[in-house]
């Protein structure tokens, strides 16, 4: 457990980790000349795309996990015994409130995609397409993960937050690696969708 600042915190994200950041909010952040002018229009448009891509890179995951994955992905999948952020915020939550809700969960998201292509590339490493959309999701994630960053800083001061990450699935069972990889997917096709629709109107223009 420690204080880990921004940068650090997104260099961090490049590599499987199980770990914690604290929230603080107070005068380190850095300065804001990384932002964007349109640093909101662009993450609605992260935000859009991680949406319209999810269940489609669910969908060519579990295809090629080979069986029993794809003919058991209701029982194999089931989300229910991995840890994932939840997320209680709503389209009536406070704006600040949403924006760290939704850096804890994409912060989570881009270290588990880390796990997961490892893993794929071991296991796969002939799945071009899974592997290309995976490295193309994570990317979009690193940027949005970078946006909320800004987002964060620039109106409200907070240059740490609180983030708990799932487990690395280094040292388990090929089958293992495959049932940790569906069922954090499955997952976050369930939750993108939410985020997606609370998010998004806190990034209106005004």
């Known amino acids: ?54 269940q489609e890179l669910f969908s060519l995951y579990l295809k090629c996990q080979g069986e029993p994955f794809s003919s058991e992905s209701d029982k194999l999948c089931n989300p229910a015994g991995i840890f994932f952020p939840a997320f209680r915020v709503n389209r009536t939550s406070e704006r600040k409130e949403v924006m760290v809700a939704m850096y ?65 699935s280094k040292g388990k069972s090929a089958f293992k690696k495959k049932q940790q990889g569906c069922q954090v997917l499955r997952k976050y096709v369930q939750v993108i969708g939410q985020a997606a629709r609370v998010l998004l109107p806190h990034l209106s223009p005004s």
């Open 1 to 54: 457990t420690g204080v880990v600042p921004f940068v650090a915190l997104l260099l961090l994200q490049r590599r499987p980790v199980a770990g914690r950041a604290l929230l603080v909010s107070g005068s380190g952040c850095p300065n804001h000349g990384l932002c964007r002018s349109n640093v909101q229009e662009q993450t609605r448009r992260q935000v859009a795309v991680l949406n319209a891509t999810a």
């Open 104 to 168: 804890k969960l994409f912060a989570f998201l881009n270290a588990s995609l880390g796990n997961i292509t490892r893993d794929q590339e071991e296991l796969n490493p002939m799945a071009k397409e899974l592997l290309e959309r995976l490295h193309n999701t994570t990317k979009t994630t690193r940027g949005l993960i970078s946006n909320l960053t800004c987002l964060l800083c620039k109106n409200y001061n907070i240059f740490q937050v609180d983030v708990r990450y799932g487990d690395s």
